[in-house]
């Protein structure tokens, strides 16, 4: 039984108010690159599911990058004229500049205001800053907040550590019957954001939490790591790994209302591209395939040139598309049970594909088989034929040894499950069989030579 | 002179009528995949053109199959309570679920009941309905005749003999310049119904009719076969045959007076698919170019994968989707001499561009040659060519050894006869020269070297 | 500093005015396909670029023509029955079919009358004619000028010469870095004619002085040449050189105020058509993109089999679709300063994609280099990026070896000039390397190949 399969007779509405619980339990915590919040969050996760978990040193250097030092925040507030607490980092943790510098000092409100950040259209909201990479430090408030501020001297306080340490991130690896790998990762450095990013988090763990046990074809590898440097730490710590790598997805904002977002890979014609596409076109209403692009999240990362890995991002509203989008009014309210299970079926789905597309051969190539007396054709004839027919005879006259399942489905229009059950009944039927995995890899259409290419290359790389 | 102009100084008024009442002739007869009807169809093909027929013993393995029963019926009916016949095959041969076992029974009506068939949105007209693979008997009837029969007891028989003969087939064979062939096939296993397919039967005979006698560049096979395991018997017995065709079309539904459709063979983009497209292109009001499929009509086995032969299927109305298919409505006045004129002409049209599709060579490819002083351009400089010249101009320009007249053709979007017209008369000015065949052969573009390889998949079978 | 911003930074309002005084100065004169009209058009155009001239003498055979005898006009007339001249050479040289052989005669006017020429639908204008390769005479008229001849004997003369001399043509060499030529080609057989050609030639002369003296990639041939057979001597007599070209244009009608044109070579995607296209799409306002038909221009000569040349045509309004083509209406109020400056400005554009079109290297490829402390980024994190740094983004992933400049433009969305900003960016900080020319030329993109395979072909037919 596939595993759309085997999910669809689950209790979905469980399992959606249980993964919007496990985000509410991650909302307060102050996440950043590095650093305590990260760290907490990665043991929530190992909770749940097998998650071997890394610290990188500080200074390490990494590509073109180099570890940053670790980051830890015990509070922060400014107050007023009257010594009162105007912004609080103990209400939101949004308050703070993610990443910023210790500082202890008292100014008049003109030398503080450059540290200070609003949307003055989103009077209500707090706007999200982080400033790794150039040593600053800032507040963050709502601009109802920045009106209010009066002339006269504040006092502010950044109780933070800039130090060295380290940088933290999980992997669950769960081994499959191929070496070769699906990668799933999701960025855990947002501090108060619901789905940038926890909704992927959450749909990440479940995901993985879903496959354990299971009798897999491929080995499968989630990632929990900060955005940007992880993945850059990670790719030059496991070379051989993302050699590996067949399929991918960086899962963000998959909480929300929207509809479903695909970006391609770089490769823009890899099968997780078209897996995807196959089952936002056969499943989700206005769904939209978008191409590849240099700017996002860590596909980034993973398309980087030397890599070039097949690796897209699933999301419901696209990033920096949606209002609410790094302020805090991307809160636990904003994401729902409903779509957060939507996205995990959505992700079951696609690696139901990506398990099942497999190429087999037609036993009786030469003419049809007689599917009448196997009973697996309507028994009086004149009439139409039934879909379930009609997939039976796709996948013979296309089960050639070049087309897999998924070309099949394309070619056809029937969505995969159909044209993935009508392979089984024949092979029940002995009317085809199953090209070996080894064969089939040799035999592979484009995407694939372009990932065995990558393999290679990574192999005499590292 | 190319085909098609010849026929069109054939007085086609004529040739409809004559293709309709041929039609005529064959309606009566109770045909069915084996038995005597087909038989007496054959002769009266014979008739007009040379036709082998060929007998294949019941239970001779084809394939996956296995040739099946003789089918003859003499007589059957079902008599009422009252002792009349309310169902009398004598009157429509429809009545008899074709293949039917013989049956003499006396039965009340809930017994009869399972066994008759009529279509309640249409109560005037008899369905048509087979049953080949399963042993059965039943009756078709109008759902007038149903709704009027009344509770008591029925006598039912049906004369018919379920034995071991043979099954029946033949071909016309025209022998061309190259051993290559063109496949013209046609299914002849209905009873009463024009459309489906005494049209495509009467557009056949007729089309290779015309073609006998005449020098023609490639060997021509047409088959009158019986649907399915015709097709499956013919290329069980002949596969260095099938190894031999280049090009090929199923006619069948080219009798109504519905737009023209072309089924692109599973090649998806060889020559007769290309061809075909080209001519309803041009010449046809409304024509649409269907994808492959596996369903469908004898396209079916050519285009198995152990074969993939490039057949495609031309109908006008495509079967299954107009009310009066599979029903006594598909009757003589569903079909028309106009109709079936149009259907041979454009048959007509597509092997001119079949038998005229070369490759030529420009004798001056450096710069244009002098048109002018040949007489072949316009003689006051300054004014727009003719479409004449221009024809001249593209098949100069792309005759580089590369290009067929059908790529020209397809790229200056001039009609392929334009533009075999204006390489004959480069030909005759000394300005270009076909490329010998062999060369050509060996030269071939995509679609060829397919079915240049299935050749030799095929031989290596046998 | 790219061609295209240097010509940026000239006074644009004073070029133009400049080569609509310069065709002001040739428009006078009486242009043909051979003789002192094209002879002293030369040495005006050799007044202000580096122009070395050609005289090949009549009867030389270039492929598959002769150059033809010389052709001058001293004076030419129809006098009436009452002895004044009703149509008189000196007024506007369009009055004699060019290339007229001489004639003097009395006639009635039913004999004159088939040697005349009008245009009914357009009183008031002369029309253009030629009778190049058939010996004869004519004179064209408005049509004013026709309905008023009365019945009577005329008195015609044409006191032309048409004997054996030499065809001239002019050629612009500018050597570059690379051996590798970039043609731009204009014809200069015309009379008075402005926007064909006057207006080419004009932009062809201002665009060869623009690159005068400078360091350029590619060498550059510009030829002023009569239409046809002078693109056919040329070619004859330089098959070396054409095989050394590997972009080019014809320009014609790039003065009126038409929207811009550009008609593809035969090769369909070279870079000259992508460059072309790129820019047509990036900064004109309704420009088209024209399919290639072997009807046209000198593209006509550059693009036959034996050369396939990727050689396209520039224009603003079509030839042949505007009213006052090839008629006295196309005078110098048809072309206007600010038209001609535009074209000028989107040749330079194209030429400014052909000189920085290279491929580059990342020299980080394995994640993203960190451009945020080398100053490439923005340093707050949390917002969007500039498109300048998107722009970084996507030369940095794209620059594996395999895609140019333009590929990347083209895949980005990108104008070529940001994208190649971008290149010359990250090169000034060591995060990419251009590869050396030789490798780029061996790691060719398709259209490339193709003129790659041209050139050697044509070496072994010289």
Redesign the interface.
């Known amino acids: 039984m596939g595993l759309l399969n085997e999910f669809e007779q689950r209790n979905r509405v469980e399992i959606g108010d249980e993964m919007h619980r496990f985000a509410g339990e991650l909302y307060p915590i102050c996440r950043s690159i590095t650093g305590d919040g990260t760290r907490q969050t990665l043991a929530m996760i190992q909770d749940r599911i097998p998650l071997e978990t890394f610290e990188v040193a500080t200074g390490t250097a990494?590509?073109?990058?180099i570890v940053p030092k670790e980051w830890n925040l015990r509070d922060a507030y400014i107050k007023g004229p009257d010594g009162k607490k105007v912004v609080d980092f103990q209400k939101c943790n949004l308050h703070v500049?993610?990443y910023s510098a210790p500082v202890r000092a008292r100014m008049p409100l003109d030398t503080l205001k450059p540290h200070l950040f609003s949307i003055p259209e989103k009077p209500d909201w707090i706007?999200?800053?982080?400033?790794?990479?150039?040593e600053d430090w800032g507040f963050c408030l709502s601009h109802h907040q920045m009106l209010a501020l009066q002339d006269g001297e504040y006092e502010v306080c950044i109780d933070s550590t800039l130090e060295d340490g380290h940088l933290s991130y999980g992997e669950c690896y769960l081994p499959g019957q191929l070496s070769d790998e699906v990668l799933i990762s999701c960025h855990i450095c947002h501090p108060s954001l619901a789905n940038d990013n926890l909704s992927g988090l959450a749909v990440a763990a479940f995901l993985a939490q879903f496959l354990v046990g299971r009798d897999l074809r491929y080995s499968y590898r989630f990632l929990f790591i900060p955005g940007?440097i992880g993945?850059?730490t990670w790719?030059?710590r496991n070379r051989e790994a993302a050699g590996r790598v067949r399929h991918g997805m960086v899962l963000t904002c998959v909480g929300d209302n929207g509809g479903f977002h695909y970006k391609k890979s770089?490769q823009g014609n890899a099968e997780i591209d078209r897996a995807a596409a196959h089952i936002l076109h056969h499943y989700c209403k206005s769904a939209e395939i978008l191409e590849f692009?240099?700017?996002g999240y860590d596909e980034?990362?993973y398309?980087?040139?030397?890599?070039?890995l097949p690796v897209g991002c699933l999301m419901r509203s696209v990033w920096?598309t949606f209002p609410e989008y790094?302020t805090s009014a991307d809160n636990l309210n904003f994401i729902q049970p409903k779509q957060l299970m939507e996205s995990l079926q959505v992700c079951t789905a696609i690696l139901d594909i990506l398990e099942g597309n497999r190429c087999y051969r037609?036993l009786?190539?030469?003419?049809?088989?007689?599917l009448?007396?196997r009973g697996l054709y309507r028994?009086?004839?004149?009439?139409?034929?039934e879909s379930e027919i009609?997939a039976r005879?796709?996948v013979?006259?296309?089960?050639?040894g070049e087309h897999s399942l998924l070309d099949i489905a394309e070619r056809?229009g029937q969505p995969f499950f159909a044209i993935n059950q009508a392979a089984q009944t024949l092979c029940e039927n002995h009317l085809l069989e199953v090209i070996p995995e080894e064969a089939t890899r040799l035999e592979q259409s484009e995407g694939a030579t372009y990932s065995g290419r990558q393999r290679s290359g990574s192999h005499s790389?590292s």
Not at 396 to 400: Q, V, Y
């Open positions: 990494v590509f073109d990058w500049v993610n706007p999200y800053r982080t400033s790794y990479y150039k940007t993945a850059i790719l030059a770089r692009s240099p700017y980034r990362q398309c980087s040139p030397g890599f070039n920096g790094h037609n009786n190539p030469y003419g049809e088989p007689q009448g007396r028994s009086t004839g004149g009439e139409a034929i009609n005879l796709w013979l006259n296309f089960s050639d056809s790389n």
